[in-house]
């Protein structure tokens, strides 16, 4: 079955850096375009980043200059490097498809963002 696994996430002060990673199984990750999404308690989930099947990316707003999301094919793996972090930033990260529909959600890995 499909399967997510969100990690790298942590506590960090303001304006320092994570690396996220999200290892996916029983799908055909090469095909799809994948996203990052995050979730604060008592709001929706957001779709943060987009990485297509040929590479090219979008981003929200709020972290467009700061996030980069990649990909490797090989490893059916999605990361999203965060710099310049900020309190707001604060939240659950998960991954999934970003297109044809979100499939079973992984646990999520959670980023803090504070001094």
């Known amino acids: 079955q499909v399967q997510f696994v969100e990690s790298g996430g942590g506590l960090v002060q303001p304006g320092g850096s994570l690396r996220l990673s999200c290892a996916a199984s029983?799908?055909?990750?090469?095909?799809?375009?994948m996203g990052w999404y995050r979730q604060v308690p008592g709001k929706q989930r957001e779709l943060v980043a987009i990485?297509?099947?040929?590479?090219?990316?979008n981003y929200a707003d709020s972290v467009k200059g700061r996030f980069t999301i990649s990909r490797d094919n090989a490893k059916s793996t999605v990361y999203l490097q965060m710099n310049s972090l900020k309190p707001e930033d604060t939240a659950v990260y998960y991954c999934?498809?970003?297109?044809?529909?979100?499939?079973?959600w992984g646990q999520g890995t959670q980023v803090t963002v504070s001094s």
């Open positions: 990485i297509y099947s040929i590479g090219s990316t």
């Open positions: 029983g799908i055909n990750f090469n095909i799809y375009a």
């Open positions: 999934n498809r970003a297109r044809l529909g979100v499939l079973a």
